[in-house]
């Protein structure tokens, strides 16, 4: 009798099927990453992003307290400042509005829900790049590097429990977690963007942030043919004392992402980003995918590529699709 072997038998039926998943996706895995913008009157929504907007002060907090009862992982926070200058000052100072944002948020969740901050310069820099410029206009990493850690600081004192390093400068983990030490934030965590490459895919981001950025960012980002690369680039942020990795892009990155997963005894986290996020929801629009289908199979494609947690903008709409 052929044939012999039927692995459509546990296809058969919903239960049986939901019985042998390999993989789920619960809302504790999934981060909000959201964007409140200085001196705002109501929120403004991102036009290659339908659904996201830059929040206010006030409707962040809303975001926050529904992403608390939505059972999320997290809410990681970008400040988008009404001023930028070549150094960057509104990330650092206490006042600018990714600081006081991150107040507001605590002051709203407590515990309940982590709070993680972007320690990134691109948004508030009037040149748009993530680090200080040189004479000649290129990035300085060494110079960049103990403006992260003043970042940093600031971010946790504000009440951030994770700071996010995404700017790609080498060192800048070891730099950050001795800042954090010194000030007394011993227990900050650091989440590193470890392996973020140069993508095409954060197009709508740069609306985002009403980024100032002229020209790319491949003298320190990744170049997107290498894979290796991101394994060297987590064991060295692990080595300076990273307590979870971050891959980014998701999509176009999944071989990197169980790369890193492979070789990484920390939480593993990928990023879907905002040109994935556009992209599935121009499809969408058009009526060429099922929303909620496409979505729940992306973040389980993540999750099955190594992911423990994932960063969408889809996080508190989509725990409604989850199991709980
Ligand atoms: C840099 C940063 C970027 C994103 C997150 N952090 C932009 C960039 O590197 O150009 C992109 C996120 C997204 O596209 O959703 N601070």
Known sequence: ?????????????????????????????????????????????????????????????????????????????????????????????????????????????????????????????????????????????????????????????????????????DGQVGVIRSALDEAGHRDTAILAYSAKYASAFYGPFREAVDSQLQGDRRTYQQDPANAREAGREAALDLDEGADMVMVKPAMAYLDVLRRVADSSDVPVAAYQVSGEYAMISAAVERGWLDRERTIVETLTGIRRAGADIVLTYWATEATAWLDR
């Open 1 to 169: 009798m052929f044939p012999t072997d039927r692995p459509r038998r546990l296809r058969a039926t919903p239960g049986l099927r939901r019985l042998v998943a390999e993989t789920d996706v619960r809302p504790r895995h999934l981060v909000l990453p959201v964007f409140v913008a200085e001196g705002l009157d109501a929120p403004r929504p991102i036009s290659s992003m339908p659904g996201v907007v830059q929040h206010t002060r006030d409707s962040l907090r809303k975001a926050a307290a529904e992403a608390a009862a939505a059972g999320l992982g997290g809410i990681m926070l970008f400040g988008v400042p009404a001023r930028h200058d070549a150094v960057g000052s509104g990330g650092t100072d206490p006042e600018g509005v990714l600081n006081v944002a991150l107040r507001d948020v605590r002051a709203e969740v407590g515990d309940a829900l982590p709070v993680m901050a972007d320690t990134c310069l691109d948004e508030f820099t009037d040149h748009g790049h993530c680090g200080v410029l040189d004479d000649e206009g290129r990035v300085d990493n060494d110079a960049t590097l103990p403006i992260y850690g003043q970042m940093a600081v600031a971010q946790a004192d504000a009440g951030a429990h994770v700071v996010a390093p995404s700017g790609m400068m």
